[in-house]
């Protein structure tokens, strides 16, 4: 079987979650067998044409040029050239910006991961909300078969005809991190007695209401993320307080795994994505979690940590601080979670389930 990936930006993951599926899953195929080639961006700061086995396949991509339209063009120009390849199965990653050109999906063998409620994140709004949930409809249309990474993402897709299969993101687990205080010294970070927030600096993802909770607490704070927004900027200059450490975007991943490691609490605000990739890699690193009170984080978390619904309850579950005894035993039972049921092995093995189950 010959399998396509189109729709992120490609591998080695230099991005977000897309793409670092795509780098852990294709690799996992190629062993079982399979001939995999994922599509990567031109301007990509990794300049090979193999990963671990799988080929990968530069195609122009004009956003530095277009901005946002550029991406549709890169989904164009990626779709037309896996129409001309010897595929067998295409999975399509996500629909925001490809969604437009499903018209040129061939359905017989296109699997599509339909990632979050895109059309109800407060960045897209008025008529890019319509248009995403008219793409949502042609991408669903277009498929064989659609992926949900949360079981609450397939009750929402059970509106459309085309078949579902539920398949989670998946996460690895850490244990610890060599000399891990050491490496926080080292980037002027907190080791000690501090929360932290890892995440897009976007409405949906209520980081207003984490920092302002921080601030009430009068606890200390990391926010890893980009801040340089107009929407970054506008929370930095709303809380300028120096309990709140704004770090810029982190993408070592041992100092981000040191971070988790030692926080008191990870605080977690995603509210219309499906399984987030940051939940699971902070429930990897045995952190405990205080996550947005909705059905996505609560079935990910499976009843570990705790669920707030606004900055008044985040601000009154900062104040707590959970006993070592208590703590170890969530953060041993986090890390089982993510091996029992949000492992990369058995993610890929999914997926290839799906592929065949379309042959």
Same mark, same amino acid.
């Given at each position: 079987m010959k399998i396509a990936v189109l729709g992120s930006r490609g591998i080695p993951n230099r991005y977000g979650g897309f793409e670092e599926m795509a780098a852990q899953t294709a690799p996992l195929w190629v062993k079982a067998g399979y001939e995999v080639v &994922? !599509?990567?961006?031109?301007?990509?700061?990794?300049?090979?044409?193999?990963?671990?086995? %799988?080929?990968?396949?530069?195609?122009?991509?004009?956003?530095?040029h277009l901005g946002l339209a550029g991406?549709? &063009? !890169?989904?164009?120009?990626?779709?037309?050239?896996?129409?001309?390849?010897?595929?067998? %199965?295409?999975?399509?990653l996500g629909y925001t910006t490809s969604g437009i050109w499903s018209f040129l999906w061939p359905k017989h063998k296109t699997v599509t991961?339909?990632?979050?409620?895109?059309?109800?994140?407060?960045?897209?709004?008025?008529v890019l909300s319509l248009f995403l949930k008219w793409s949502e409809r042609r991408a669903a249309k277009r498929s064989k078969l659609l992926i949900a990474d949360n079981p609450e993402i397939a009750n929402y897709l059970s509106k459309y005809k085309t078949p579902i299969s539920t398949i989670a993101y998946g996460s690895k687990t850490v244990q610890e991190v060599p000399?891990?205080?050491?490496?926080l010294t080292r980037h002027n970070l907190p080791t000690e007695n501090f929360h932290l927030h890892i995440g897009r600096i976007q409405p949906d993802n209520h980081v207003f209401e984490i920092l302002d909770a921080a601030v009430c607490a009068g606890e200390t704070l990391v926010a890893v993320g980009d801040y340089t927004t107009r929407y970054g900027r506008k929370l930095k200059a709303t809380f300028p307080e120096k309990?709140?450490?704004?770090?810029?975007?982190?993408?070592?991943?041992?100092?981000?795994?040191?971070?988790?490691?030692?926080?008191?609490?990870?605080?977690?605000?995603?509210?219309?994505?499906?399984?987030?990739?940051?939940?699971?890699?902070?429930m990897g690193s045995g952190a405990m979690v205080l996550a947005h009170d909705n059905p996505f984080n609560a079935s990910v978390l499976g009843g570990l940590g705790a669920l707030w619904k606004d900055e008044a309850d985040l601000t009154a579950l900062l104040s707590k601080r959970p006993a070592t005894a208590l703590r170890n035993e969530q953060a041993r039972l986090s890390r089982e979670r993510i091996e029992a049921h949000f492992n990369w092995t058995d993610v890929a093995q999914r997926y290839l389930q799906a592929f065949n189950s379309i042959k």
């Amino acid at each position: 079987m010959k399998i396509a990936v189109l729709g992120s930006r490609g591998i080695p993951n230099r991005y977000g979650g897309f793409e670092e599926m795509a780098a852990q899953t294709a690799p996992l195929w190629v062993k079982a067998g399979y001939e995999v080639v &994922v !599509y990567t961006v031109s301007d990509h700061p990794g300049k090979i044409s193999e990963y671990k086995g %799988v080929t990968i396949r530069h195609i122009f991509n004009p956003e530095k040029h277009l901005g946002l339209a550029g991406q549709f &063009v !890169y989904d164009l120009l990626c779709i037309i050239d896996a129409r001309r390849q010897n595929f067998d %199965v295409i999975l399509q990653l996500g629909y925001t910006t490809s969604g437009i050109w499903s018209f040129l999906w061939p359905k017989h063998k296109t699997v599509t991961n339909m990632d979050g409620l895109e059309h109800q994140r407060a960045k897209y709004s008025g008529v890019l909300s319509l248009f995403l949930k008219w793409s949502e409809r042609r991408a669903a249309k277009r498929s064989k078969l659609l992926i949900a990474d949360n079981p609450e993402i397939a009750n929402y897709l059970s509106k459309y005809k085309t078949p579902i299969s539920t398949i989670a993101y998946g996460s690895k687990t850490v244990q610890e991190v060599p000399d891990v205080k050491a490496l926080l010294t080292r980037h002027n970070l907190p080791t000690e007695n501090f929360h932290l927030h890892i995440g897009r600096i976007q409405p949906d993802n209520h980081v207003f209401e984490i920092l302002d909770a921080a601030v009430c607490a009068g606890e200390t704070l990391v926010a890893v993320g980009d801040y340089t927004t107009r929407y970054g900027r506008k929370l930095k200059a709303t809380f300028p307080e120096k309990n709140i450490i704004y770090t810029g975007t982190i993408y070592d991943k041992d100092l981000l795994n040191a971070l988790r490691t030692q926080a008191t609490f990870y605080l977690h605000g995603h509210s219309v994505g499906g399984t987030n990739p940051a939940l699971l890699e902070a429930m990897g690193s045995g952190a405990m979690v205080l996550a947005h009170d909705n059905p996505f984080n609560a079935s990910v978390l499976g009843g570990l940590g705790a669920l707030w619904k606004d900055e008044a309850d985040l601000t009154a579950l900062l104040s707590k601080r959970p006993a070592t005894a208590l703590r170890n035993e969530q953060a041993r039972l986090s890390r089982e979670r993510i091996e029992a049921h949000f492992n990369w092995t058995d993610v890929a093995q999914r997926y290839l389930q799906a592929f065949n189950s379309i042959k």
